[in-house]
């Protein structure tokens, strides 16, 4: 069955590391998201990447990269520059931008803790 | 004023009740709706699309209203498993998807 992987689950990180969290799809979709959600907060995004080697900044890029080498791949790297960065991390795929009627397949998510 | 906005609840209703749950949006250009489904510490899922004519799956039914630019949510005969965030998703043309903060709804038996 097509979908989209997520992984690690759960991933626990000290002061002043940098971890990446892996995004996989296989939908053949060409649209790829990073959403992050806080307790009881919406979703905000973080990237967006229409096609491959090529991304865009969402709303709260600031600590965060990405790269898109891949179709299937859209890994994210929090960085030590993100200084609050415990939260549920959602990764998204869509046949496109625009996606009128279909709307965004999710990952299973990975729950990020500052240890 | 924030570009997706939902009534946080979370609204408590006893089985059989019907509920409906508002969301209003800011950008006029904005061209197609969603309603998601986000259980506790899951992902969103697509519950329905919202068309402009309105739209019925089952117990739930989505309108949307644009000269007032909200959209609703119906649910009749509401389930114990209905219990969920509801989610109201926006996207507003060439940019990817924003999403209100999500209604809660707790079914009590």
């Known amino acids: 069955d097509g979908g989209i992987t997520q992984s690690p689950k759960y991933l626990f990180r000290k002061e002043g590391q940098n971890v990446t969290l892996s995004c996989e799809q296989n939908l053949n979709h060409d649209a790829m998201y990073w959403y992050r959600q806080d307790p009881g907060q919406g979703l905000r995004l973080i990237y967006y990447?229409?096609?491959?080697?090529?991304?865009q900044k969402g709303d709260i890029a600031e600590g965060y990269s990405v790269s898109r080498e891949k179709k299937e791949s859209f890994p994210l790297t929090v960085t030590s520059a993100q200084k609050n960065p415990t939260a549920f991390y959602l990764c998204a795929s869509s046949r496109q931008l625009l996606s009128t009627y279909y709307g965004y397949t999710f990952g299973s998510g990975t729950r990020l803790t500052v240890v | 004023r924030k570009e997706v906005e939902q009534d946080p609840g979370p609204f408590n209703v006893p089985e059989g009740a019907t509920v409906a749950f508002n969301c209003t949006y800011s950008n006029s250009a904005s061209q197609s709706f969603f309603w998601y489904r986000q259980d506790c510490r899951k992902e969103p899922k697509l519950l329905m699309s919202v068309y402009s004519s309105g739209n019925e799956d089952g117990r739930f039914t989505a309108q949307l209203n644009r000269a007032s630019q909200y959209i609703s949510l119906l649910i009749r005969d509401s389930k114990l498993s209905d219990s969920a965030t509801y989610l109201c998703v926006v996207n507003t043309g060439n940019t990817p998807l924003v999403f209100g903060k999500g209604t809660r709804l707790s079914v009590i038996a």
């Open positions: 990447s229409q096609i491959v080697n090529d991304f």
